[in-house]
């Protein structure tokens, strides 16, 4: 039974990997730059994605991931960015997005014209990192008010990852937090990792996210 299982589980990895390295390929082929921002729930990966909508003069698109609700596919369109929600709560209430879903979701969305397609994963620190989604960037990201510990506790989103956002940066007057400390375990678990600190809420940090962007747009 068990070997069953596993058996299943690795063909569908499989056909998830196949579809993202297609999906890697189209992109990158129609010019268009592929984030997937991944976090605990309330990181803050959708003020991120509303600050970038009003502050980042480009040609923007967001597939939306989230069990239920279409609540912030709404905040990112009233933002000004073209938004697409997959919900995954009618299909059994998957906790990450995976690559065939993207690819039905991108037969919708008119990428004409698109510099950066970002993908808002599923709230959770853990099943998006199993999962390719087939982006050019994965991009994991912390708040300050979540602790230093996370990346020793929650390592493959941050293995998984070559940029990780420190947010809410404006919050840490009031924390305990010891920034360096977990600078130093996003380093542990990952020493490439290259490390963003920013505010959505104040603007502080936000150039150096959009001097990521600008380096890395492919048209
Ligand atoms: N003070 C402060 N609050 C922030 C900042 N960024 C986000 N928040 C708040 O944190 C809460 C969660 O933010 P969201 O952007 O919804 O987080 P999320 O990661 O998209 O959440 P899920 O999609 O549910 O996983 C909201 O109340 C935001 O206003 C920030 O830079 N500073
Ligand atoms: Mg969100």
Redesign the pocket.
Known sequence: MQEREIKVMKKILATNDKMAIELRAILKEQGVLYINLM??????????L?NTAKNYDSNLAVIEG?IETTL?AKRIANAGMISYQINTGPFGGDCHLESGWIKSALEEIDLDGIDILFV?N??NLVCPAEFDVGAHFNIV?I?TTEGEDKPLKYPLAFQNSSVCVI?????MPYLNLDIQQLKDNIKKVNPKMKIIE?????GDGMDNWFNFLNNNKLS
């Open positions: 976090s605990s729930p309330g990181s803050g990966k959708t003020s991120l509303e989230d912030d808002e599923i709230g990201l708040s947010t809410k940066t404006d919050l920013l505010s959505s809420k104040t």
